[in-house]
């Protein structure tokens, strides 16, 4: 960052100040957008046969498991690879969703916006080489 020049007179500062101010309050309500268009995604899947269906909140959290009759003739490790199974697509598209998201609400070339999807990549274990 570069030095400002001194500044000549108090109007000049009290300029300087209220440019900051609209800058932060322009990335509170960006960010705050961001946060609102991250929190709304869920995403619910279902396995291949049908046996069981996922839901996992906006964080990657498993919201929701339903059972269908299917399920019940699984056995009790083969329900559980699937539902393990399920749950990992649902993540996959987690962060598709989130993306798509955010890019709906900022823009694809918001800094803010690619940061946050970064950082959502990260936490997911996600994160590829951008």
């Known amino acids: 960052m570069t030095p400002h020049p001194p500044l000549q007179d108090p109007s000049e500062a009290l300029a ?9 309050a322009d ?11 991250v929190e709304s995604v869920r995403v619910t899947e279902w396995s291949p046969g ?14 929701d498991v339903q059972f269908t009759d299917r399920a019940l003739a699984a056995s009790p490790l083969s ?35 690619r940061s946050a999807v970064q950082h959502y990549r990260t936490a997911l274990g996600t994160a590829r080489d951008a």
């Open 16 to 24: 300087m100040l209220a440019s900051w101010e609209k800058q932060g």
């Open 27 to 37: 990335q509170l309500a960006r960010a705050q957008t961001v946060g609102a268009a």
């Open 50 to 63: 049908r046996e069981v269906a996922v839901t996992v909140d906006h964080a990657g959290l498993l919201a």
């Open 79 to 113: 329900l559980g690879l699937t539902i393990t199974a399920t749950v990992r697509r649902a993540l996959a598209r987690l962060e598709a969703e989130v993306e798509e998201a955010v890019v709906a609400a900022v823009g694809e070339d918001d800094p803010l916006g």
